[in-house]
């Protein structure tokens, strides 16, 4: 027999899905764009976030209602909470990914010709580990899910790189310093999404395990 609180959940799941798909499209705009030099697709990542930003109040009404009213037994409990958690994480994906465009934007304006790779490859990564960070979500993947946290090294070797490459090229062209400046905010804003890609994975092995993976603590 369905218990009601198993349908409102599945209703947070695809809320969830909705919001997750627009911080993909945020962030594969803001890359195109950037990459693309189109100030164009790098103005459209405010629409996104806009919508991101509502989903996540939708989010949080939806939680308090089952918690009020349905009184969820503990492995709902853990659910919820990670949702909670999930949705939080969601919405500042949302505002790194606006910084990125504004950053963007800034670049455009200057009109740099400096090279992206090192960015164009960081943000290949972190998209993978945002889309495997839902995926293993809506599949309850717990493997998936541990994939996700052992990715996240190597965009934080990448944002080293990144900084470590621009710093030096600052001695070199003192007048490229502020564009030079922006690809290291552009790496950090990509570090910090998949740091929150990492924490969606921690809260899919706690929601589907019981296990808090945080700091280690595995046991």
């Known amino acids: 027999m369905e218990r009601i609180i198993d349908s409102q959940l599945e209703d947070l799941k695809k809320l969830m899905l909705e919001m997750g798909g627009q911080v993909e499209k945020a962030l594969q705009t803001a890359t195109e764009g950037l990459l693309k030099k189109e100030n164009k ?41 990670s949702i909670i958690k999930i949705n939080t994480d969601l919405e500042r994906m949302g505002d790194q990914c606006v910084n990125i465009a504004h950053l963007g934007r800034e670049l455009l304006e200057r009109g740099f010709t400096s090279s992206m790779q090192d960015i164009e ?11 495997g960070s839902l995926d293993s979500f809506v599949k309850m993947d717990l493997v998936a899910a541990q994939k996700i946290l052992e990715m996240d090294d190597q965009v934080d070797f990448m944002k ?13 062209q003192p007048q490229n310093i502020q564009t030079l400046m922006d690809f290291i905010l552009i790496a950090r804003n990509l570090e910090r999404l998949g ?17 808090d993976v945080r700091h280690g603590l595995n046991d």
């Open 121 to 131: 490859t960081m943000s290949t990564s972190v998209s993978k580990m945002v889309k």
């Open 195 to 211: 740091d929150h890609a990492t924490n969606i994975a921690e809260d899919v092995i706690f929601a589907f395990s019981g296990k």
């Open 160 to 172: 080293n790189k990144v900084y470590k490459d621009s710093t030096e090229l600052m001695k070199q």
């Open 41 to 81: 697709l790098l103005q459209e990542v405010h629409k996104f976030e806009m919508h991101i930003n509502d989903l996540q109040i939708k989010v949080d009404n939806a939680c308090l209602q089952v918690l009020a009213k349905q009184g969820p037994v503990a492995k709902d409990l853990r659910l919820i909470l």
